[in-house]
């Protein structure tokens, strides 16, 4: 945990440095030698703003794999802070829709609990469509089955259904 806090201090003082570095040498000019020396000492890994390879990778994964809405905030303010507002914006959306996604998948259960036939008949459709490979039945189908195990049927509603 120190050394995550230290790394964090770190960044943030390379990045003042960064910003410090660029104001002077826009308004002094010093030897080739002073700018070497305190380019390599003061400039961060890249600077802020600046999409590397190493940020798209992280930006790609989140994108394509991660289904929870709280790591995708999170990211997305990380990548605020970097500079980056159209991939921190992206993230925030996917994370929205994870959200609806959710509430969504709580609606259908509840409904096809109480007796609604068109949620089975929907609960139904979407497990056809994941098995036949589509991604967002995928991701639909695991946010059902995630709610159902996490909330098991109340046997007195069950009873008054039936």
């Not at 490979?133 to 009873?159: C, F, M, Q």
Request: hydrophobic content about 40%.
């Amino acid at each position: 945990m120190v050394q995550i806090l230290l790394l964090g201090l770190g960044g943030l003082l390379a990045t003042k440095a960064w910003r410090q570095y660029k104001k002077s040498a826009a308004t002094k000019a010093k030897t080739p030698s002073e700018v070497i020396t305190q380019a390599t000492l003061a400039q961060p890994p890249s600077a802020p703003g600046q999409l590397t390879p190493a940020r798209a990778a992280v930006h790609g994964e989140l994108m394509q794999r991660c289904n929870d809405p709280r790591k995708l905030k999170q990211a997305a303010a990380l990548f605020g802070h970097e500079g980056l507002p159209f991939h921190s914006t992206a993230l925030l959306q996917k994370a929205a829709m994870i959200h609806e996604m959710m509430h969504g998948a709580q609606d259908i259960v509840e409904r096809s609990r109480a007796g609604d036939q068109h949620a089975m008949a929907l609960a139904k459709s979407i497990g056809e469509q994941a098995r036949a490979g589509n991604k967002r039945a995928r991701l639909s189908w695991v946010l059902i089955e995630d709610y159902t195990k996490r909330h098991p049927p109340d046997e007195k509603k069950t009873e008054e259904a039936a």
